[in-house]
């Protein structure tokens, strides 16, 4: 497996935690002498990186941006379940999942992604044709949830949909023009929650595949959310109702 870059301190911090091994070398600007990336330094030799001492050039050749935070990592993937199915085999008690439809903007998804782990969600889904992967951007956005969070991309997002109602996972999309609101849905059994883009929501047959249809209560102005905030009241409701 080819390595992968990760970049600025959240990021690579969380990886530092779940899987220190996995990191080939940690490239930090040598300038910066703060209190934060101190005690960076002192875990990263703590957990036996390999620290590379590097300026503001080098760190934005490796990882395409300036807003590294003055690190920026090297490391192997981490292995994740395999697939969904085995991911759903090893779960126990009612699964939480979060269904993005149409979500192609780095940014949002790694903010799905950090809300996703917060919440404790199970696994993000996504179609392979309408959805960004993983990258640099959406590791950074997602302070490390993209470490922790399974990401499953697949290749026919409604037959997946119908494959999780034969585990029993009951399909809640999320639409603005549903009669029936989030806080009417019962979250408390086996739910994948659809979220769609920003805009467009999501698309006809992922729109009729739902078993349910339910809508955010918008009192103010603008007719929809962020899909990241969006996805972070749909998840804690679940939350909430299973406490």
Known sequence: MSAKIL?????VTVR?????QSITEIHYDATRRDQRMRQFLARAEEAGAKLVESDDERLHKLCGTHRHQGVVAR??????????????????????????????DPHNLGACLRVADGAGAHAVIAPKD????????????ASGAAETVPYFMVT????TLKELKERDI???????????TLY????????????????????QLTRKTCDELVSLPMAGAVE???????????????????R
């Open 156 to 159: 026919n997002l409604a037959r």
């Open 184 to 203: 009417e849905a019962d979250l408390k059994r086996g739910v994948a929650l659809v979220l769609g883009a920003e805009g467009t929501g999501m698309r």
């Open 75 to 104: 490391a192997q993937p981490v292995p994740q379940a395999h697939s969904l199915d085995d991911l759903l085999d090893s779960v126990e008690g009612p699964p939480l999942l979060l269904v993005l439809d149409g979500v192609t």
């Open 130 to 141: 309408h959805a960004v992967g993983i990258n640099a951007t959406v590791a950074k956005v």
């Open 170 to 180: 009951w399909v809640v999309g999320t639409s603005d023009d549903a009669p029936a």
């Open 224 to 242: 929809s959310l962020n899909v990241s905030v969006a996805s972070g009241i749909c998840l804690y409701e679940a939350v909430r109702q299973r």
């Open 7 to 11: 970049f600025g301190f959240h990021a």
């Open 16 to 20: 530092l935690k779940t899987a220190p």
